[in-house]
């Protein structure tokens, strides 16, 4: 049996990989959800016949353009922008601008298509897309970047609309980058609408929208420990990354008792014993988010250790959750954790683990929650900004936190009714993959061959 789902997974990647050459990333997230997928397709034979997952896996549209705009120097700069419109069978595209010097093609598909199984499992009605350029914020003045986010939004606007493509954040992208591309889709459409969310709270942000990502890959992580009776209280924890992501994960750690013992970014990262208290994460906010420093500043204000060019992942802990991009932990950094005594894994970045670690953490029977279940409280909660700008109503800083904690049970029950095997262990990856892809598929086959 195990034989003959490979040859079908392999022939389904043949195809795949010939139509999009060199794009390493999207091949990964597509044979991941493909091996998971493949068996339940054989199982309910009306996904095989209507081809859903070859249709899945093609983009409803591309859209790449060239980005001109003049550097304080005043001369010409040129970048490439992509808008990935990967699935609109469910909600308008959603999904993230990501700005990044590696940003490329083969990135962002894969992105879109992790957003639309991710967007399916929030409950809410949302699409998958992914966008961006190989534009680097680094180093750029205030200026350089409005001028950027103003030449890349004029061709954009063209693609997006609040009930069309609704697009936000993401690496490289905060709330200066959203309020440039806001003012100027708001003056070349002369409507003030929802077309973007990560947005300020003067003009249509949501509350806890910042902190959402964080705070759902913790919430994951307690929901999937509540299955074992346990909770994070007491908990050694591991976190990669130090911007938004990190910063509010070890935010969410410290209100429910854990202690998150490092941080990195890509010099290295620090490892802080006595644990990361909410005095020193305030310092490290200010440190990324205003100063733009390095993290190995915090080992010289802290007095506690910086490992340059490392990942965190050999760091004795009993929950790691990876923060920062994706392949950052691999087979050799998954075993250490095992060995080391993890049996938590939380995803806070999208495919932060190569499909090798993923056989570690399966193969241990961890408790493991792939990103597009544990990271989903982020654009959980851009569609819940998306229906407060829709209302005109904003709601409290309780109200939305506490829907991002219901969607975020929402998802572990899903992947719990699609994920659990005959031993009772929970397979997160497969209850994720099928769960996100059933409301999917179903709104396609239902809507025509289209």
Known sequence: MADILNVKVNEFMA???????????FHQAVKEVVESLMPFIDANPKYKEAK?????????????????????????????????????????????????PTVNLGILKFLA???????????????????????????????????????FMTELSKHIGADTDVPAGDIGTGGREIGYMFGQYKKLRNEFVGVLTGKALEWGGSLIRPEATGYGSVYFAQEMLATRGDSLKGKVCTVSGSGNVAQYTVE??????AKAVTLSDSSGYIYDPAGIDTEKLAWVMELKNIRRGRISEYADKFECEFVPG???WGVKCDCAFPSATQNEVNED?????????????????????????????????ILYGPGKAANAGGVATSGLEMTQNSMRLPWTREEV???????????????????????GFINYVKGANIGGFIKVADAMIAQGVV
């Open 15 to 25: 195809k795949v990989i010939a139509k999009n050459p060199g794009e390493s990333e």
């Open 333 to 365: 950094d998954a075993n250490e954790l095992i060995k080391n005594g993890c049996f938590v894994v939380s995803e806070g970045a999208n495919m932060p683990s190569t499909p090798d670690a993923i056989e570690v953490y399966l193969k241990a029977k």
């Open 113 to 151: 298509f992790e957003q639309v199984l991710k967007n399916s499992l929030t409950t809410l009605p949302m699409g998958g897309a992914k966008g961006g350029s190989d534009f680097d914020p680094k180093g750029k003045s205030d200026n350089e970047i409005m001028r950027f986010c103003q030449a």
């Open 401 to 423: 936190d506490a829907r991002l904690h219901q969607i975020m049970i929402s998802i572990h029950q899903t992947c719990v009714k699609y994920g659990t095997e005959k031993d």
């Open 310 to 312: 490392k990942t965190p």
């Open 252 to 257: 969410k750690l410290i209100q429910l008792g």
């Open 52 to 100: 859903i997952l070859e249709r899945m896996a093609e983009p409803e549209r591309v859209i790449m353009f060239r980005v001109s705009w003049v550097d304080d120097n005043g001369e010409i700069q040129i970048n490439r922008g992509y808008r990935i419109q990967m699935s609109s069978a469910i909600g308008p595209y959603k999904g993230g601008l990501r700005l990044h």
